[in-house]
Structure formats: structure tokens, C-alpha cells
């Protein structure tokens, strides 16, 4: 028997896109159960669900999952990567704030300083425990294919970046969301406060983005594409303020600390990013009382000024396009008003 090619990348960050390529002496068989023998540990009602949001393509069409898989076929499918709802699990009594909700999705606005995942140092308290919390109460859905184990998440915030996350109730609308974010027809965008006025006021910036060599926990441009992910970003100058300017970004994929690592290449990292070098004064005099102005911006906004404040998405099952904005934080709308007071105080100087 001949091996059979898989290959299996992440597109996102809750988003898995899996490659196979079917033996030249392929007989026969429906797709669905070719696909449950093919990749163990996911369930037929997954890959059905994943069939009938679209999100199963072979030879670049969509298909049925009666469809017979013929030899050489290549077979391409989008799955969102679930929650593990276990014992690693607490649920907590966590204030959600819910923008939206129906029997098959949720809008919630994330707060800053919010962990989505649990993961190292970050054993409990994150948003996913809240939400074990919320759907083990009386909001638990009980039978079917609403069960809690098939809840989850197919995008991420960084703990201090605030804003909208859309979250499935269910596999099909799980496998409908995840298909979105692959093919790009969600929309998110974004607003960041940066150091400096970005030339040209408006661009797009497509890099490959990669670990950095000398420090795992940050990202960085790289040239190889064997070396990193494709990620393109869309951003607009909204406001200036000479030594900060509040800007627009809008995703067109979505990688791991893109903005801000896009923002830092070009030269305007968000302000008061400590990661990636925002945290200090970019632009700006030496004068002791601008050095003192800065400080106190920072204790205003103790985080990276950013924020995901549009949300635009396809519902699952009615098909009705949804869209869902968030107000500027207080934090950053703070940050905001000094910086343009201390412009306004200081025309001599900069006009």
C-alpha cells in the first residue's frame, strides 16, 4: 500500500487547516468516513459539521458528504481546534460581557488583562474559564450537538489587548466561523495608539512573521518564508498628535502579536507595549517634565494601547451578515484626551 501525504498547519490562532492527498490506488469511499479513518481523534459529527459549513474542499470545490473520494484526490479541511473542557478545567463565576447571544454564538468584549487560554502561569481566572462557568450554570446547553464539550473559540485576543471575540455554541457554527477566518471574509479592526506619525498615513504591510531567535516569547519579520507565516495588515492614521498618532488596523490575517509587530518594524510601536519596546519614549524631547508627561500616560494605560473594536462576521445559520462595534476603553480614551491637551499647550514648539 502507498502512503498517503497529510499535512496539517495552523492558520490561525484557533484555526487548523489540515492537507491530504489520497493514494493513487484510492478506492471508493464517502468522504466522511474516509476522513474519520484519516484523522484520528476527530469525530464523524465534527467532519460532517465541517462538510456542511463549506469548510471541506477537495481539488479547490466544496463538497457533499457523500461524496466518493477517487485516487490522487486532494482534500483540503479547515477545522477549528477545540476547547479542552476537562478536568484541567475550573469552572468560574467570572462577569461575562456579552454583546450578543443566541442558541448558536456569543459576542463578548474581552476586557484588558484578561487571559483567553489557560496555560502556564495562567492556571484559572482566563476567559475560558468564565465561560465554563457561564455554560455550567443554567445557560448549560444539554442535548446534542449544543453540548458543552463543543463550544470554543476561533480567534484570540492578547491578554491586554481589549476587545470583540465571537465565540461557537455548537460544531457547525464552530466549522462555519472557522471556514471565515481562513478564507478571510470576517472583519476586524482594530484600534492602536502609536508612537510617532506613520509615513505614508496609509498603507498595507505584508511580511512573513516568525519567532525571534533571541527571544521565544516575541515575534518578528522575517525574509525566509520557510521561516515564518504570511500576514498582511491595513492601517490608516485616524488622529495625529505629533508624538503619538491613534491609528486604524484592519487584519487580513490573523498571527500572533501581528499588529504590534508590524507596528514595531515600521518604526511606531503601540504605546506602552512592553513586549516589543512601546514601553519607553520613541518620539519626543529630554526634557525631565515630557519624561514625567509620558510616565503618567503609561500609569493611565498599563497595557499596550490596543484594541479590537469592530467585528464583522457571517451568522452560521440564518446567513445574515453581523456586525458589532465596541467603544475606546476608558484607558485609552484617557491617554488620548492628555496627549491632546499636552499638543494643544505646546503648539509653539512643534507647529
Known amino acids: 500500500m502507498m502512503s498517503e501525504e497529510q499535512n496539517r498547519e495552523e492558520v490561525d490562532s484557533n484555526v487548523d487547516e489540515v492537507m491530504i492527498v489520497a493514494d493513487p490506488g484510492q478506492t471508493p469511499i464517502r468522504i466522511d468516513k474516509y476522513l474519520q479513518?484519516?484523522?484520528?481523534?476527530?469525530?464523524r459529527s465534527k467532519i460532517q459539521n465541517?462538510?456542511?459549513?463549506?469548510?471541506?474542499e477537495v481539488g479547490g470545490k466544496k463538497v457533499k458528504s457523500n461524496y466518493k473520494v477517487r485516487p490522487n484526490d486532494e482534500i483540503q479541511v479547515i477545522l477549528p481546534k477545540p476547547i479542552k473542557w476537562g478536568e484541567t478545567i475550573v469552572p468560574q463565576d467570572i462577569p461575562l460581557d456579552i454583546r450578543y447571544e443566541d442558541d448558536d454564538l456569543m459576542v463578548i468584549h474581552k476586557s484588558a488583562g484578561m487571559v483567553v487560554h489557560p496555560g502556564v502561569g495562567n492556571h484559572d481566572g482566563t476567559l475560558v474559564n468564565a465561560l465554563?462557568?457561564?455554560?455550567g450554570g443554567s445557560n448549560l446547553p444539554t442535548s446534542g450537538s449544543n453540548s458543552i464539550d463543543r463550544m470554543g473559540l476561533v480567534h484570540r485576543l492578547d491578554k491586554d489587548t481589549s476587545g470583540l471575540l465571537v465565540i461557537g455554541k455548537t460544531e457547525f457554527a464552530l466549522s462555519h466561523l472557522a471556514q471565515q477566518f481562513f478564507k478571510h471574509t470576517i472583519d476586524r479592526e482594530y484600534l492602536a495608539l502609536v508612537w510617532g506619525e506613520p509615513d505614508p498615513p496609509k498603507a498595507t504591510i505584508q511580511s512573513y512573521l516568525g519567532r525571534s531567535l533571541t527571544n521565544r516569547t516575541q515575534y518578528t519579520v522575517v525574509e525566509d518564508e520557510l521561516m515564518g507565516k504570511h500576514a498582511i495588515t491595513h492601517y490608516e492614521t485616524y488622529k495625529q498628535l505629533f508624538y503619538v498618532s491613534l491609528i486604524k488596523c484592519k487584519l487580513e490575517t490573523g498571527r500572533t502579536h501581528q499588529i504590534r509587530v508590524h507596528m514595531k518594524h515600521r518604526g511606531h510601536p503601540i504605546f506602552n507595549d512592553e513586549k516589543y519596546g512601546g514601553d519607553k519614549i520613541v518620539k519626543g524631547t529630554v526634557f525631565n517634565k515630557y519624561k514625567q508627561f509620558v510616565l503618567n500616560c503609561f500609569d493611565l494605560c498599563q497595557r499596550q494601547a490596543l484594541h479590537a473594536r469592530f467585528l464583522g462576521f457571517t451568522h452560521p445559520v440564518t446567513g445574515e451578515r453581523m456586525e458589532f462595534e465596541a467603544e475606546m476603553p476608558e484607558d485609552m480614551q484617557a491617554v488620548m484626551k492628555k496627549w491632546a491637551?499636552?499638543?494643544d499647550s505646546r503648539k509653539e514648539l512643534i507647529g
Open 37 to 43: 479513518d484519516k484523522m484520528q481523534g476527530v469525530t
Open 341 to 343: 491637551s499636552y499638543i
Open 132 to 135: 465554563a462557568g457561564y455554560f
Open 50 to 56: 465541517a462538510i456542511k459549513a463549506g469548510s471541506v
